[in-house]
């Protein structure tokens, strides 16, 4: 088996799923992908610093996009950024099921199609009886079917609360064909304590924090960087953060932090919902209806006040940052 290396340290931006709209039943009921508009977006991303893009994560709605949708989305992305240039520009695939043969299928999809990684999201429907040598077992056979190599996803909020010990990553660092984890929770000494573990250390095993909010904290103790929907709307910025921090220029990092900190509010708050909302306001690509049921519309006149009085000051100050950069 191949001993694959992981992402290379930096900026990956989790990309919202563009979907068209019109006012028709099936549009309503199941908008198709705006191909082109992803790809738009997704050259913007590569053009303005970031390492690589996530398709289909949880900013995604990797659980509403079809198994064919999702194929499509990749090759299509894929040639658009080779023909602009961004042949180097890693796809990272999101691959949620519970299913370990489905997770496998959509691996193959997404090597046919062009990516060059797989997140793969922890198996959680039955996250009260799942053993740590059940997930073990469920990653490392996964891993050795997999085309790609592959970055496990700790999201709890999104995984039935599913814990994942630090014993558990130290013993599937080990697998030749899983080169990190991508970890959305607010446990920073989980952080730490994975980032400095020889026995992950000594297996080519990359630690990204999934919250910008830590970046900063994660790069000082050894971390590799962040899949960060906020860099989605603003890549300069989160990227001026992680140059900062991994030059060790602590205090120039230490402001830029804070506004990043204050903007990666509205995605704690709102999630996929503000991440689209700041896309809009921010860009004008998308629209605030722009997702697919049960989210379609989640983002009403009261959430959007409460976006503008709570946290429209702070995307201010981070545009304006941006602009400067």
């Given at each position: 088996?191949?001993n694959?290396?992981p992402?290379?340290?930096?900026i990956?931006?989790?990309?919202?799923t563009f979907?068209?709209?019109d006012s028709?039943?099936?549009s309503?009921?199941?908008?198709?992908?705006?191909?082109e508009?992803?790809?738009?977006?997704t050259?913007?991303?590569?053009?303005?610093?970031?390492?690589g893009?996530?398709?289909?994560?949880?900013?995604?709605?990797a659980?509403?996009?079809?198994?064919?949708?999702?194929?499509?989305?990749?090759?299509?992305?894929r040639?658009?950024?080779?023909?602009?240039g961004f042949s180097?520009?890693?796809?990272?695939?999101?691959?949620?099921s519970?299913?370990?043969v489905?997770?496998v299928?959509?691996?193959?999809?997404?090597?046919t199609?062009?990516?060059?990684?797989a997140?793969?999201?922890a198996?959680?429907?039955?996250?009260?009886?799942?053993?740590?040598?059940?997930?073990?077992?469920?990653?490392?056979?996964?891993?050795?079917?997999?085309?790609?190599?592959?970055?496990?996803?700790?999201y709890?909020g999104v995984?039935?609360?599913?814990?994942?010990?630090?014993?558990?990553?130290?013993?599937?660092?080990t697998h030749?064909n899983?080169?990190?984890?991508?970890?959305?929770?607010?446990?920073?000494?989980h952080?730490?304590?994975?980032?400095?573990?020889?026995?992950?250390?000594?297996?080519?095993?990359?630690?990204?924090?999934?919250?910008?909010?830590?970046l900063?904290p994660?790069?000082?103790?050894?971390g590799?960087?962040a899949i960060?929907a906020?860099?989605?709307?603003?890549p300069?910025?989160?990227?001026r953060?992680?140059?900062?921090?991994a030059?060790?220029?602590?205090k120039?990092?230490?402001?830029?932090q804070?506004?990043v900190s204050?903007?990666?509010?509205?995605?704690?708050?709102?999630?996929?919902?503000?991440?689209k909302?700041?896309?809009?306001?921010?860009?004008?690509?998308?629209?605030r209806?722009?997702?697919r049921?049960?989210?379609k519309?989640?983002l009403?006149?009261?959430e959007?006040?409460?976006?503008?009085?709570?946290?429209?000051?702070a995307i201010?100050?981070?545009?304006?940052?941006?602009t400067?950069?």
């Amino acid at each position: 088996m191949v001993n694959y290396s992981p992402p290379p340290n930096g900026i990956y931006v989790p990309s919202v799923t563009f979907f068209k709209k019109d006012s028709s039943a099936d549009s309503i009921y199941n908008p198709p992908v705006d191909l082109e508009l992803q790809l738009q977006y997704t050259l913007f991303l590569a053009r303005n610093g970031v390492h690589g893009v996530v398709l289909f994560g949880s900013t995604g709605e990797a659980v509403h996009i079809s198994r064919e949708e999702r194929s499509n989305v990749i090759s299509f992305v894929r040639q658009g950024l080779d023909n602009e240039g961004f042949s180097n520009f890693p796809i990272i695939a999101g691959t949620a099921s519970n299913s370990a043969v489905e997770t496998v299928q959509l691996l193959n999809d997404a090597k046919t199609s062009g990516a060059a990684y797989a997140l793969v999201l922890a198996p959680n429907f039955f996250a009260s009886l799942v053993t740590q040598q059940g997930l073990v077992q469920w990653y490392s056979e996964v891993a050795s079917r997999s085309p790609l190599p592959i970055l496990i996803y700790y999201y709890p909020g999104v995984s039935n609360n599913i814990n994942i010990d630090i014993s558990t990553f130290e013993e599937l660092s080990t697998h030749p064909n899983i080169v990190g984890t991508k970890l959305s929770h607010g446990n920073i000494s989980h952080h730490t304590i994975l980032s400095q573990s020889p026995t992950i250390q000594s297996n080519n095993f990359s630690v990204f924090t999934g919250l910008g909010q830590q970046l900063l904290p994660l790069t000082v103790v050894g971390g590799a960087g962040a899949i960060d929907a906020l860099a989605g709307v603003f890549p300069k910025s989160v990227v001026r953060l992680f140059n900062l921090s991994a030059q060790g220029n602590i205090k120039a990092a230490q402001k830029a932090q804070y506004l990043v900190s204050r903007a990666e509010e509205v995605v704690a708050n709102f999630g996929v919902i503000g991440v689209k909302e700041a896309v809009f306001r921010v860009h004008g690509w998308g629209d605030r209806d722009g997702s697919r049921l049960p989210l379609k519309g989640f983002l009403g006149t009261k959430e959007q006040e409460e976006w503008t009085t709570n946290y429209g000051e702070a995307i201010e100050d981070l545009k304006k940052f941006e602009t400067s950069l």
